[in-house]
């Protein structure tokens, strides 16, 4: 079945397209199809597939069925593929994506009260912050208490260790005791059972950066049928649409 004909069964709706109360006619694309258990248990030609770092969709669907079209079947058969970029990313996508969403520096102070003591003494989200020594500055784009940190981007100069950084709103300040890329953050912690924690004694920290990179590493394997099911698997999946 090609992606044309696969969207061919999807029912068609009334859809108010901008909110003027004048309907057109639509493919429901939302709809969410999965295969049912009683089909999962029928179909016993279910095999694994860990995917490359270049393998689009497109390119996995190729080599496993030798049609690019039939990439939706994985959508069907892995719970944790429910939208196009729950594929996992190659891995310079990736680098990219946590340079963006982790952006800036992170200055850790010795103590969480050094950022949050109070709710009147605390630093403010888009404050200004400056270096007693070094004169650098940078803008608070997130409050981290629990780390023990204030992460700043639009940052002017280099903060040194052992200086004392102030925020020109809330005059709040500390002493900087590290200075590290806010992907090399701890993103949370793990005790020796490998559980997750926000409790940092005793407990290993996980970077930003490793946790997305395990985060997308775990979803790489995927569940796919075999080629000599796939009929049976697009007759459920007709049945689901039109129901």
Do not use: C
């Not at 004909?5 to 309907?23: A, C, E, V």
């Not at 069925?65 to 891995?91: C, E, I, R």
């Not at 953050?185 to 020796?192: F, I, L």
């Amino acid at each position: 079945m090609s992606q044309k004909q696969y969207f061919r069964h999807f029912p068609t709706i009334d859809f108010d397209l901008k909110n003027d109360g004048n309907l057109i006619k639509a493919k429901d694309i939302f709809r969410n199809i999965r295969v049912g258990e009683n089909a999962q248990d029928a179909i016993s030609g279910y095999e694994y597939y860990y995917i490359q770092d270049q393998d689009r969709p497109d390119v996995t669907a190729t080599k496993l069925y030798g049609d690019a079209t039939l990439y939706w079947l994985f959508w069907m058969v892995n719970p944790h593929l429910a939208v196009h970029s729950d594929w996992p990313k190659s891995q310079r996508v990736l680098e990219r994506f946590i340079k963006r969403k982790y952006s800036g520096k992170t200055l850790v102070a010795p103590f969480q009260s050094d950022i949050v003591s109070s709710s009147d003494s605390k630093f403010f989200q888009g404050e200004k912050v400056v270096g007693s020594t070094s004169s650098a500055f940078g803008f608070v784009t997130k409050i981290d208490p629990t780390n023990q940190q204030i992460v700043l981007n639009d940052i002017e100069g280099q903060f040194q260790v052992g200086e004392t950084v102030t925020g020109s709103n809330s005059t709040k300040s500390f002493i900087i005791s590290s200075v590290r890329n806010f992907s090399d953050a701890p993103h949370h912690y793990e005790d020796s059972e490998g559980n997750k924690t926000t409790i940092s004694n005793g407990n290993t920290p996980v970077s930003n950066f490793d946790y997305e990179q395990k985060f997308n590493d775990d979803k790489r394997s995927i569940k796919y049928i075999q080629s000599k099911y796939v009929p049976q698997l697009i007759r459920e999946f007709k049945s689901f649409i039109g129901s």
